[in-house]
C-alpha cells in the first residue's frame, strides 16, 4: 500500500511543484499572488518586468474591444505612451484592461499597475492591423500590461 501510495503521489507532486515553478518563474509570483509593482517609464520597459506601475497618456480614440469566448470576460486594449505625449504614434505599451475607458475622453494621464509581458497570442494579428489602421505602429518590442482588478 505504501509503495502504490508512493508511486502515485510522487508523479503527482513533481508534476505540481514543476508547473508551479513555471507559473512563478513566468509571473514572478507564485500562483494567486501578485509580483511587487516596479515602477518604470514607457520607454524602459523590456520583458524583463513582470509588476509594473507605469504612468503615461492613454490614447482612447483606437481602444479595442476583446471578448472572452468561454466567459463573458470583456476586456479594452489601448495604446499607452509617454506622459504628455498625444501626437505619437509608435506604440511601445499596449493596455488590457477590464475596465472600460470613459468613450467621452481621447486622451487620459494614467498610471497603470499590471503584469507586464510581450503581447503573444493576446494581442491578435485582427487587433494589431485594427491598430495599424487608426494610424499607430507598433514598436518591435512592444508590450502589454495587464491591468489588476483591485
Known sequence: MKKLVAVVLMPCL???????????????????????????????????????????????????????TESDTVWWLYPLTAQGQTQERTVRVVVRTTREPDPLLGFENRTVEGFARPPGRLLPQDARAALRQKGYDLHENVMLVEEWDD
Do not use: C, N
Request: proline share 5%.
Open 14 to 68: 513533481f508534476v505540481l511543484s514543476v508547473g508551479m515553478g513555471l507559473w512563478s518563474w513566468e509571473h514572478g509570483a507564485l500562483p494567486g499572488f501578485r509580483p511587487t509593482a516596479v515602477e518604470v517609464a514607457v520607454d524602459t520597459i523590456t520583458k524583463d518586468h513582470r509588476g509594473v506601475r507605469i504612468s503615461g497618456t492613454a490614447h482612447y480614440a483606437p481602444k479595442l474591444r476583446q471578448t472572452a
